[in-house]
């Protein structure tokens, strides 16, 4: 009697019927990976590295450029109207998937595995774009340590680097205010140190050339990868907390930037230049197709950086008032940008006493060549440099941390078994592996192979990955699911707008997007160089091979299953049997019945039995579960 008194008592045995997953031991060991997946460790993480992600360099030296070249203040009508139309919409469908599954751009396709080929693009996108952009941080970094010294190297000529053509483009001030300069015959010293110093252009011949490597650069991009390498170390858990300084702290120095820039004399000619609206500007295809492309690169989607964020929210995470905040902040941030740059160009302009166009560029050029020209006007030129660099640098890096983090996030959802335990060691072999990837871009003729990423990395092949999101997600999987899916997360169905916009106007636009870069394209180029044909052919290739893995994926999914070809058809484009949220409690209603082992012919039962009494969410699941039941009997 004693022994069995002292035996541990045996747990009661639960009927079948009435068994959730958790109970049946070993059954459910995917169900349970979320739990080692990891979370958001506070409640702004999410949100600001959102913010940080979209909120990059482009809204630096993009977006001021193609305001005022499009009708200035004119140009925002068609900016909100296109983000109304494709930015909020694209960027709400991103986060609601990756939300509601807790999976990276990879695993997602568990909606619909026949379009797997989209997840794997996806990854080729960003990787082909993270290689390049950490190149554009490690110039930053040249930047910004060149800028610690009480004179800027930029700042005169005589050096080695500069040429009989180098001129101080300073103007001379006398009379009546500045001398006009002729600026067509000669060179500034700052874009002398940028093309000669910097870059050392001069010993490629060309892109099939590209000369020796630059040790400086070499160093610079090493470091470059470091930091990023130490801020996602630790997966969200680091990263999370690294952009409450890299994603508020360029606010900061905008706003100084912009106060300064304000009160420089000739301020306001560079302003009134950037926003003074020429409405017949847009009576031109052209300018409503450049609103469309800025808000389409500016907010990020199709990387699957947003998706891959999201996929770390709590499952009832608020990303509807979450997608407004981002989207609304980040377009008010590029009109910001734009007030401190062109206030800053506008007093360039009068000191050289010429037009504001001939001294406005955009792309690199702004941030290497205009700007630093622009600080070595001002007092205390070192101190306003490292600040503009500074900016750069956390605007860039922020933007960098999504693109690792989508990469490392989606390899390790296919492998968790193997990957997630390691996933430091994974990440830090990632960064070695983009690293000597990158080191072409450091030699002398690396500043062509970084505009050919450029131009052809992220083009037409990004544009078809997400009008194929679009369509798989409303079309094949269907928008009352995707709605129900949403209603079950954040207790709410999205609106007409919405469900309009994912249907009809948002592929609609992509799709003009993309004809329309066809029809337009031109040649790269990079000042007067051209590129050959082989190297604009490996360019098409590069955007070409992300469009060719989706009917390859497709291929593989008709191919795994059984039957005549439309039945391998139907049964790929089902989601699979696992798909819907990732942790047990979070599936109620219709997605209780999906988990390993559950039998229960009333899912919600099991849920409530296990969990406690009902939450609004419960509700909700009551709800979908009544509209599927109503749905089926209409069939019937």
């Not at 079948?16 to 109970?23: E, F, G, N, V």
Request: proline share 5%.
């Amino acid at each position: 009697m004693k022994k069995l008194h002292g035996a541990p008592q045996r747990k009661p045995i639960t009927p079948d019927l009435l068994m959730t997953p958790s109970d049946q031991g070993d059954v459910d060991l995917d169900v349970d990976f979320a739990a080692d997946r990891g979370n958001w460790t506070g409640k702004l993480d999410f949100l600001l590295s959102c913010i940080g992600y979209c909120v990059g360099l482009g809204n630096v030296w993009r977006f001021p450029y193609r305001a005022y070249t499009n009708g200035g203040g004119a140009f925002l009508v068609p900016y909100f109207l296109m983000l109304a139309i494709c930015g909020i919409p694209l960027f709400f469908l991103e986060l609601s998937l990756g939300q509601f599954s807790s999976l990276g751009p990879l695993a997602v396709w568990k909606i619909s595995p026949l379009f797997k080929g989209a997840g794997a693009a996806m990854l080729l996108i960003v990787g082909l774009v993270a290689i390049y952009y950490n190149m554009i941080i490690a110039y930053v970094l040249f930047y910004l340590f060149a800028s610690l010294t009480s004179n800027l190297p930029w700042e005169h000529c005589g050096n080695w680097w500069n040429t009989d053509l180098c001129l101080e483009h300073r103007g001379s001030k006398g009379g009546n205010g500045a001398l006009p300069l002729n600026l067509t015959s000669t060179v500034s010293p700052s874009e002398e140190y940028w093309s000669r110093y910097v870059l050392h252009i001069q010993g490629s011949q060309g892109i099939g050339s590209p000369g020796e490597i630059r040790w400086n650069l070499c160093l610079c991009l090493l470091l470059a990868w470091v930091i990023v390498f130490l801020c996602i170390l630790k997966g969200v858990k680091s990263s999370g907390k690294v952009v409450y300084f890299t994603a508020t702290f360029p606010y900061l120095i905008l706003l100084m930037l912009l106060v300064r820039g304000v009160t420089l004399p000739g301020a306001w000619k560079g302003i009134q230049f950037y926003l003074t609206p020429q409405f017949h500007h847009l009576l031109s295809s052209k300018v409503w197709i450049e609103a469309a492309l800025q808000i389409f690169y500016s907010l990020g989607v199709g990387f699957g950086g947003l998706l891959t964020f999201a996929s770390y929210n709590t499952f009832h995470q608020n990303i509807y008032r979450d997608t407004f905040i981002v989207t609304l902040g980040n377009a008010v941030t590029s009109i910001l940008a734009g007030f401190a740059i062109f206030s800053v160009l506008g007093y360039m302009s009068q000191e050289l006493g010429v037009p504001v166009d001939q001294v406005a560029k955009a792309g690199p050029g702004l941030a290497f060549v205009v700007y630093p020209q622009a600080m070595t006007m001002l007092p205390l030129s070192p101190f306003w440099s490292f600040l503009f660099f500074f900016m750069l640098l956390t605007l860039g890096l922020d933007s960098q941390f999504a693109f690792l983090e989508t990469i490392v996030t989606a390899v390790t959802d296919e492998f968790p078994y193997y990957l997630r335990p390691k996933k430091a060691v994974f990440s830090g072999l990632i960064c070695v592996a983009m690293y000597l990837m990158g080191l072409v871009l450091t030699t002398d003729g690396g500043m062509y192979w970084l505009v050919l990423l450029d131009d052809y990395s992220a083009s037409f092949g990004l544009m078809v990955v997400v009008i194929t999101t679009c369509l798989a997600v409303t079309r094949v999987y269907g928008i009352q699911r995707f709605c129900r899916d949403i209603h079950m997360m954040l207790g709410f169905k999205p609106g007409l707008y919405f469900r309009a916009c994912w249907l009809f106007l948002s592929p609609a636009t992509l799709l003009a997007l993309l004809v329309y870069s066809i029809v337009k394209y031109q040649p790269s180029e990079y000042g007067s160089y051209r590129f050959p044909a082989w190297a604009e052919l490996l360019g098409i290739l590069m955007g070409l091979l992300s469009c060719l893995m989706i009917p390859a994926g497709m291929l593989v999914a008709v191919l795994r299953e059984e039957g005549s070809l439309w039945e391998r058809l139907q049964q790929a484009s089902r989601p699979a049997m696992d798909w819907g949220p990732s942790l047990e409690e979070n599936r109620t209603g219709m997605y209780v019945a999906t988990l390993a082992g559950s039998q229960s012919p009333k899912p919600l039962m099991v849920h409530m039995r296990k969990y406690g009494g009902i939450t609004s969410f419960e509700n909700t699941a009551i709800e979908v579960d009544r509209e599927i039941a109503e749905e089926e009997e209409s069939m019937m």
